[in-house]
């Protein structure tokens, strides 16, 4: 082979490609990349190359992309896979979207195949889904492994962990990239030789005071800072009592009215159908108490027929705002942030606002002059998808070191 040339990349399911970046930084050259994301496609157009076919991917036959590639990488949908969607099953048909991966693998045979999934991957159905993928792939002849990666031991400012599955067929041992920070856990038996974690404020504290607006910024050192927008909403609503009410009042009127209906509070329990709830009712020790909801109290004055003294404030509710400290996720500061998600990113320490787009897309270490097309709802979920660039590059350099080794 001609000594400089650059191995080739089929990515498939590639979004706004942050592999895909993180493999052309260490090398590769994506000849053919895919999706049916219209603006993650826009994105990727804009700041990586026109090599991106736009299109669901059951419908473009291999024959449509090109052959003779090293390597096929893909993050398949992980929507029917994630430990976070308690829906996931094992007849999700988004878990069978891995199989467009294994024929684009059958067809074009690539010594390497690298892909990217949620961790919840290893669980589902005990362990068996991923022992068919695994086994599928085996049986095109890859020797496969996966392990659980944690950006963060690879300097990332996100403790997001990730499974990467990676197959090849030369017969080598699969190439992980080795970790270079420690994080605050106890695992390490030597922290010798490793970085400190890099923390959110160390990646955007700069941009703490720099105003959200959708127009490029040009900061002082004429840096440039695109998409630096966020949503303004760190409330969340719920429905709650219009007027204080006190428990205690309410048990003594409530028991004083069962025992003139001539009910036990089991009889009562069962009238509702519950096993315990009546119990709180009728208790007010230790804050053990609580006060029936509206239709409750309703069904309690049909069979207590008791007056109208608190129906007012009992039944009473409004709209009312949960604040930030009670409910929302604030960002971490002096640690890498959790897993930057493809919804409702987390809340500025400023609390003022959620993290912005930039802010986002830096703590997936996506260089500072990518950016995204698309509403602002649609710019988070392409930088949530996405595998985090610096990770993505130092999985692809031992690949390339293992490809370079072999050709030579
Ligand atoms: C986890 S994201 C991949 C992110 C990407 N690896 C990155 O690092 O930016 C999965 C992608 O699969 C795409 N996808 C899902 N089903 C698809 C299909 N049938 N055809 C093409 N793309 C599909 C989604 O639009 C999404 O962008």
């Given at each position: 082979m001609k000594k400089n040339r650059r191995f080739k990349?089929?990515?498939?399911?590639?979004?706004?490609?942050?592999?895909?970046?993180?493999?052309?930084?260490?090398?590769?050259?994506?000849?053919?990349?895919?999706?049916?994301?219209?603006?993650?496609?826009?994105?990727?157009?804009?700041?990586?190359g026109e090599h991106i076919v736009y299109g669901d991917i059951t419908e473009i036959k291999s024959e449509e992309m090109p052959n003779d590639v090293d390597l096929v990488i893909g993050g398949f949908p992980c929507q029917g896979f994630s430990v976070a969607n308690t829906k996931r099953s094992v007849k999700d048909e988004r878990n069978f979207l891995y199989k467009e991966m294994l024929r684009v693998i059958k067809d074009k045979k690539p010594k390497f195949f690298v892909a990217e999934n949620v961790k919840g991957i290893l669980s589902i159905g005990k362990g068996k889904v991923f022992?068919?993928?695994?086994?599928?792939?085996?049986?095109?002849?890859?020797?496969?492994?996966?392990?659980?990666?944690?950006?963060?031991?690879?300097?990332?400012p996100q403790a997001r962990e990730r499974v990467i599955i990676i197959g090849n067929r030369i017969g080598v041992e699969n190439p992980y990239p080795k970790i270079t920070h420690w994080i605050d856990t106890k695992k390490y038996k030597s922290k010798k030789g490793l970085k400190k974690f890099v923390t959110v404020k160390d990646a955007i504290g700069y941009l703490s005071d720099v105003k959200i607006c959708a127009d490029p910024i040009v900061l002082n050192n004429n840096k440039i800072i695109y998409n630096h927008i966020a949503s303004t909403n760190v409330y969340d609503k719920f429905w709650g009592r219009k007027y204080k009410v006190n428990q205690a009042e309410i048990c003594d009127y409530l028991k004083e009215w069962r025992n003139k209906a001539g009910y036990t509070t089991k009889r009562v329990d069962e009238h509702f159908g519950y096993k315990y709830t009546a119990g709180h009712w009728f208790r007010k020790d230790n804050n053990s108490g609580s006060i029936p909801k509206p239709n409750d109290?309703?069904?309690?004055?049909?069979?207590?027929?008791?007056?109208?003294?608190?129906?007012?404030?009992?039944?009473?509710?409004?709209?009312?705002?949960?604040?930030?400290?009670?409910?929302?996720?604030?960002?971490?500061?002096?640690?890498?942030?959790?897993?930057?998600?493809?919804?409702?990113?987390?809340?500025?320490?400023?609390?003022?606002?959620?993290?912005?787009?930039?802010?986002?897309?830096?703590?997936?270490?996506?260089?500072?002059?990518?950016?995204?097309?698309?509403?602002?709802?649609?710019?988070?979920?392409?930088?949530?998808?996405?595998?985090?660039?610096?990770?993505?590059?130092?999985?692809?350099?031992?690949?390339?070191?293992?490809?370079?080794?072999?050709?030579?």
């Open positions: 990349v089929i990515s498939l399911f590639s979004g706004a490609g942050g592999m895909d970046l993180g493999f052309i930084n260490a090398g590769f050259e994506i000849v053919w990349a895919n999706d049916f994301f219209k603006e993650a496609v826009e994105t990727y157009r804009k700041n990586i022992e068919m993928i695994k086994e599928d792939f085996e049986t095109l002849g890859y020797k496969v492994d996966a392990r659980i990666l944690n950006a963060a031991e690879y300097g990332v109290w309703w069904e309690l004055k049909k069979i207590f027929k008791f007056d109208n003294k608190y129906d007012k404030v009992v039944t009473t509710m409004i709209e009312k705002e949960i604040k930030f400290e009670q409910s929302l996720r604030i960002t971490n500061w002096d640690r890498p942030s959790d897993t930057i998600t493809a919804t409702g990113p987390e809340i500025h320490i400023d609390k003022e606002r959620r993290l912005s787009v930039r802010e986002c897309a830096i703590l997936q270490t996506f260089p500072d002059n990518f950016e995204f097309i698309g509403s602002l709802n649609v710019m988070y979920k392409q930088i949530g998808n996405a595998v985090p660039v610096l990770l993505a590059e130092k999985i692809a350099k031992v690949i390339i070191k293992k490809l370079k080794e072999e050709t030579s």
